[in-house]
C-alpha cells in the first residue's frame, strides 16, 4: 500500500542520504525497540566507489499493480490492506471442525500443535516468571489482526493458502471467541478484527538489551 | 579392507571417538561406502595408483559428518554438528535449518523479488537482476533465536553434546547484493521506518525488518560459501541480516513493503518474543548477544588420559567483533584469556584455544566471551535474574562442561558442579 504519490529521483547522493536518513529513522525507532546495533567504523567489506554510481542502474523492471495486489497479503494491526469479506462464530466452527481440528484439537487446546485457546488467571502474563505455561492467542497473542494475516498465509498446513478471505475472518472470529474474547454472535471483517483488543496487548515492550557491560 | 576394518582403526582411536558418535560415523561410513562407491584404504597407497579426477568432490570416507535430527519433519530443525568442524566457515550441507512450513522448490527463472509500498519506483527484480548489480560478500553467523534453550536451565540434562545446545548456529561467506542498493533503485521514502520480508515458502514466512538495518549492512544474498544459496537456506536468494536472529533473515525472499509501521506477523509477536519476570515481553529483540561455548572437550567425549589437551571452541556476537575469551578450567574461580585465531571478524564466529594440563582430576571448563560493546557472557543465575526463569529465546549464558575423573565430559549447567 504505497502511501506517496511519484517524486523526483533521488541524487546522486541518495545513497549516504539515505544512510542518515535511516539514523535519524532510528530516534522514532526506539519506539518499536530498535537501537543501533553497529559499533562506529564497523564493515567488512573495502570501501567501494559508490560516488560513482548512476542515479539508477536501469535494472529491474517496474511492478505493475497487479503484480503487487498479488502478492501484498500482509494484514496488519491498523487493517489497512485488509480483504473484503467476513466470518461469523459459527462459520468458523464449521471450518474449524474440518480444516484446523486434527491439529490444533476439538477446543483448540488438545494439540498435537500449538495450543489456540486458553486463558491465564485474572489474565496474568507470568510467562516470564514460570517455566512452562503454554502460550495460546487468548493469553499471550497482542493483535488479533495476526490470527488473519499467519492463517491466510499458511493455514491449514496440508493445503497452505487455500482458505478464502471469509473463512479466515471466520476462522478468527472462532479462535476469538473460544478464547472468550469476542461473543458468539460477533462477525469479523476488515473493520471488527482490528478492533478487537486482546488481553495480552499491553504487554510488549521494546528491547532495551543495547550491548554494553549490563546484563538485561 | 572394506568399512569393517576402517571401523577397526576408529576403535583402536577410541579416544577420539566417544561411544555414541563412534556408532553414527561408522554407520555413516558404511553407507558412503557402500552408496558413493568410494575406494577404500589401501595397506600402502604408494604401490597402488591412486583415484582419478571427478567433476565433484567427495569427503573422505572415514569423514561423514552429518546434522543432527530427530526425524524429517516439515517445521523442525537440524542441527550443525559445531563440534565436528574446523575454522569458522560450516559446509553449506551441514548449515543448521529452521523450516516453518518445509522447503520449497523455487524455479530460478521464474524468481522475482518485489519491492514496494513506500518507495518511489515499485519494482521487481529476476535473479538474473539481483546478479547484476554490484555485489559484495561477507563471512558471518546466522543463528536461530531459540539456539541454547536447552542450557537455560538448572536442571538441564547433562549427556547434551555442543551441537544439541548450539546447533542451530552456523557460518558461512555469503554474497549479493547490498540491500542498500537495491532501496536506492526503488527511491525508499524517507518516512519509511520498517520494510515488511517475506519468503516464497508454504510459511509465506514474514518479519518486520527495521529500515536503520535495512540500509546498513543488510544483503540480498543468492551466494553461500562460493557457490548458489542451498536451498535449505533459501534458494534462490534470501534476506541476511548480520548479527541478527535467524527468524527475520527471511528465506526464499520474494517481497519487501516499505512502511511506516511494523506489521506484527506471528513470528514477531506470538513467537520470538522474550517474556521477562515482570509481566512484559520483550518485542523485535533482533540482536544475538555475544556467547561462547567450548566444543572440546565436552560431551560425549572421554578424555583418555591425564596431560596436554587444548581446549578449543567458538564464540560470536550480533554486536560486532569478539575482542576476548576467557577460559576457567576450576568452575569460574579463576579466568585465564584464550587465544583468538585470526580472522576476527564483525558478527562472525571467532575461534579460540587455551592449552591446558589436565591433572587426572574433575574440573569444571567454561568460557566467557567479551565483544566490543564491552558485553560480556553472563552466567545462568544473572541472565535468570535479569529476565526470569520462564523466560525465552536468545539464550547466551556461559555453559559449564564438567570433567569426571574418568575422563567423560558432561555438560553441568545447573547442577553446581
Known sequence: ?216 | MGSISRRAMLGATGGLIAGGLLKTQADALTVAEEAAGLQTAQADPTKVLGGPTSVLGQRAPGEQPRRLMANPAVTSSSRTPIEELQGIITPADLHFERHHAGVPAIDPDRYELLIHGMVDRPMTFTLDDLKRFPAESRICFVECSGNGGVSYNRNAARNRSPSLIDGLFSTSEWSGVALSTLLREVGISRDATWLLAEGGDAAVMARSIPVEKALGDAMIAYGQNGEAIRPAQGYPARLLLPGWEGNAQVKWIRRLEASDRPSMTRDETSKYTDPLSDGTARQFSLVMDAKSTITFPAFPFMLPERGWWEIRGIAWSGRGRITRVEVSTNGGDTWIPAQLQEPVLSKCATCFRHIWNWDGGEAVLMSRATDETGYVQPDLETQIAARGEGSSYHYNTIRPWKVEADGRVFFAQGDGA
Not at chain 1, 24 to 50: F, H, I, K, Q, R
Not at chain 1, 93 to 105: F, L, T
Not at chain 1, 182 to 191: F, G, K, N, S
Open chain 1, 1 to 216: 500500500m504505497s502511501r506517496l504519490g511519484p517524486r523526483p529521483a533521488p541524487e546522486q547522493s541518495t545513497l549516504r542520504a539515505y544512510v542518515c536518513v535511516g539514523l535519524l529513522a532510528a530516534t522514532t525507532l526506539v519506539s518499536y525497540g530498535c537501537v543501533s546495533d553497529t559499533p562506529s567504523g564497523e564493515s567488512n567489506t573495502v570501501e567501494s566507489g559508490t560516488s560513482e554510481w548512476p542515479r539508477s542502474f536501469a535494472i529491474g523492471q517496474s511492478a505493475t499493480p497487479a503484480t503487487i495486489a498479488a502478492l501484498d497479503i500482509d494484514f496488519g494491526p491498523d487493517g489497512a490492506g485488509a480483504p473484503p469479506g467476513s466470518g461469523s462464530v459459527a462459520e468458523g466452527q464449521a471450518v474449524y471442525n474440518v480444516k484446523c481440528v486434527g491439529c490444533h484439537g476439538l477446543t483448540g487446546q488438545e494439540g498435537p500443535n500449538d495450543r489456540l485457546v486458553g486463558r491465564e488467571p485474572r489474565d496474568g502474563f507470568l510467562f516470564g516468571e514460570i517455566r512452562g505455561i503454554r502460550k495460546t492467542v487468548g493469553n499471550y497473542w497482542p493483535y488479533a489482526t495476526t490470527i488473519f494475516d499467519y492463517v491466510n498465509r499458511t493455514m491449514p498446513m496440508n493445503a497452505p493458502g487455500s482458505l478464502t478471505a471469509g473463512e479466515v475472518y471466520a476462522v478468527a472470529a472462532y479462535i476469538l471467541f473460544l478464547n472468550e474474547i469476542i461473543p458468539v454472535d460477533a462477525v469479523m471483517d476488515a473493520q471488527t478484527l482490528p478492533a478487537v483488543v486482546m488481553p495480552a496487548r499491553d504487554r510488549f515492550v521494546p528491547d532495551n538489551r543495547v550491548g554494553g557491560p549490563e546484563v538485561r
